[in-house]
């Protein structure tokens, strides 16, 4: 039971950090996240996080998804944290409008708990039925 509970904490973060990227990124072209540092940088944070908080999870749960790149999701998370300046932000903002939604559907498909209903503030949107390419972002050296 220990485990299910850190998995379902694990989870409804993941969903916190993706309803903040998905605020960061309302109504914000790509070109508008170019001229919006600030966005940028708000944007990446909470990749990491999902990054982070992913390698948190029990092998079993992680196993479970076998349609998420998690492996994909934490190399990520290394290359923002020690190559930030190597992220080509046209990566970041497809895997944001593409990857995001397939992630963010899962995870609402695996909960014990509404993913709105822990949170006091703001909404998570809808998920939509992008396919699960990869978290493309690893691949966006320069």
Not at 102 to 128: D, F, Q, T, W, Y
Request: hydrophobic share 40%.
């Amino acid at each position: 039971m220990e485990h299910e509970d850190r998995n379902e904490t694990i989870r409804l973060k993941m969903l916190d950090e993706i309803a903040d990227i998905e605020a960061f990124i309302s109504n914000r072209s790509l070109e508008a996240l170019f001229e919006e540092r600030m966005c940028q940088k708000a944007v990446v944070m909470s990749l990491v996080n999902l990054g982070e908080l992913s390698k948190s999870f029990t092998q079993s749960y992680l196993d479970s998804m076998p349609e998420i790149p998690w492996k994909a999701i934490r190399g990520f998370r290394n290359i923002a944290v020690h190559q930030y300046g190597t992220i080509d932000f046209k990566d970041v903002y497809k895997t944001v409008i593409e990857d995001i939604p397939e992630l963010k559907a899962v995870l609402n498909k695996r909960g014990n708990i509404s993913p709105c209903s822990h949170r006091h503030s703001g909404m998570v949107g809808p998920a939509s039925g992008c396919a699960a390419n990869a978290f493309r972002v690893t691949l966006c050296l320069k």
